[in-house]
T-cell receptor, first 114, second 114 residues
Framework: GNSVTQMEGPVTLSEEAFLTINCTYT??????LFWYVQYPGEGLQLLLK?????DKGSNKGFEATYRKETTSFHLEKGSVQVSDSAVYFC?????????????FGTGTKLQVIP | SQTIHQWPATLVQPVGSPLSLECTVE??????LYWYRQAAGRGLQLLFY??????ISSEVPQNLSASRPQDRQFILSSKKLLLSDSGFYLC?????????????FGPGTRLLVL
């Protein structure tokens, strides 16, 4: 079955530091890959996505590249801000299943300190 | 534009009491609908999903149930709550079919069972 593995948190960074949150996946089909963000007390928001190999998703300074050869979709940001403090979820949706289900990682909590 | 609503936002219930959480979507027709639970500090667990009125798929055995009485209404219920039912409940929707792989989440309901 499908699975998503992301690095354990929490990740604590100083403001303006470089961020990487690792994500690897296992899928039987041709998945689309996502990063969702959850701010404290809120639901999940789509941050970015990529639907095929070598695609790069980007939004709000965050980027992730769909690497089929390493089955990875690592999230990066060059300079984090305090407002980026949140929980980040890597996820995949499989075309073979008609995209009916999304498999989520366990989430990585990011804390950015001034 | 599409919006998704959940209520109540917060709920405190005694063990053994019934539960009804409601989710409604506006601005789209025949969406796929989902109920997730997020326990404190944990990832997302898919509970139920629905591809149409009266069509419910259950992902995990539990004392919860779901119903879809109208196209854009999804209800999560329990006859008798357990302590372990405490958590953050998220409803989500997506456009059915390929190309609609992104899920969009509601603001969530925080349930505390005492």
């Amino acid at each position: 079955g499908n699975s998503v593995t992301q690095m354990e948190g929490p990740v604590t960074l100083s403001e303006e530091a470089f961020l990487t949150i690792n994500c690897t996946y296992t899928a039987t089909g041709y998945p689309s890959l996502f990063w969702y963000v959850q701010y404290p007390g809120e639901g999940l928001q789509l941050l970015l996505k990529a639907t095929k190999a070598d695609d790069k998703g980007s939004n709000k300074g965050f980027e992730a590249t769909y690497r089929k050869e390493t089955t990875s979709f690592h999230l990066e940001k060059g300079s984090v801000q305090v407002s980026d403090s949140a929980v980040y979820f890597c996820a995949l949706s499989d075309r073979n299943g008609g995209y009916q289900k999304v498999t989520f990682g366990t989430g990585t909590k990011l804390q950015v300190i001034p | 534009s599409q919006t998704i609503h959940q209520w109540p936002a917060t709920l405190v219930q005694p063990v053994g009491s019934p539960l009804s959480l409601e989710c409604t979507v506006e601005g789209t027709s025949n969406p796929n609908l989902y109920w997730y639970r997020q326990a404190a500090g944990r990832g997302l667990q898919l509970l139920f999903y629905s591809v149409g009125i009266g069509q419910i798929s259950s992902e995990v055995p539990q004392n919860l149930s779901a119903s879809r009485p109208q196209d854009r209404q999804f209800i999560l219920s329990s006859k008798k709550l357990l302590l372990s039912d405490s958590g953050f409940y998220l409803c989500a929707w997506r456009t059915p079919g390929t190309g609609g792989e992104t899920q969009y989440f509601g603001p969530g309901t925080r349930l505390l069972v005492l």
